[in-house]
């Protein structure tokens, strides 16, 4: 399954081989600060806890998952993912209806419009498979991603307290 490229990047579902892209990206303080407050993700963590996370939702046919993004000119040059997956896929409120994205780019890579073109492709996408209801979530704080999700035509919905195994944090909800 491939998801068609769009204007400057092209985008590839990953799988349990990409260890090695997750853990780079996870290595800078400041792609990690809302996620962790900053914290470098391990690579025990990688294997034992994101990996599987990622396949446990991860369905190709669907276009659930984590997809690579990388730059056209060189798509070798992965400068992060786009999440899809159902809203609330670990908690006890899941609801395949609406389909949340989610998104981690390298630092460098910030400020070019690169996450907003690749969400936007993936929602174009999603929407060819029939979804219609999407979500995002973000820390409060988390100024940057609230812009990408208002840039994708999203509104504020609610805050909540998002409670997984991993994540215990109080976040703004945005929905289209």
């Not at 997809?67 to 899941?94: H, M, N």
């Not at 996450?115 to 209801?133: D, F, R, W």
Request: net charge negative.
């Amino acid at each position: 399954m491939a998801l068609p490229t769009s204007a400057r990047l092209t985008y590839r579902l990953l799988d349990e081989t990409d260890g090695d892209f997750l853990w780079e990206l996870d290595q800078n303080e400041e792609v990690m600060r809302f996620l962790n407050g900053g914290r470098k993700t391990s690579r025990k963590e990688i294997n034992d806890i994101f990996i599987p996370r990622m396949l446990n939702y991860r369905n190709a046919p669907a276009g659930w998952g984590l997809w690579q993004v990388s730059l056209k000119e060189d798509e070798q040059a992965a400068i992060g993912w786009i999440l899809v997956r159902p809203k609330g896929y670990f908690t006890e409120q899941r609801d395949d209806s609406v389909i949340e994205l989610g998104w981690r780019f390298k630092q460098q890579s910030w400020g070019k419009g690169y996450a907003t073109e690749a969400a936007k492709a993936l929602m174009a996408y999603m929407q060819s498979l029939g979804n219609t209801a999407f979500c995002a979530i973000a820390l409060p704080q988390n100024l940057a991603s609230i812009q990408i999700m208002k840039k994708l035509g999203m509104s504020f919905s609610h805050a909540e307290l998002y409670q997984d195994q991993v994540f215990n944090e109080e976040v703004v909800v945005y929905h289209i």
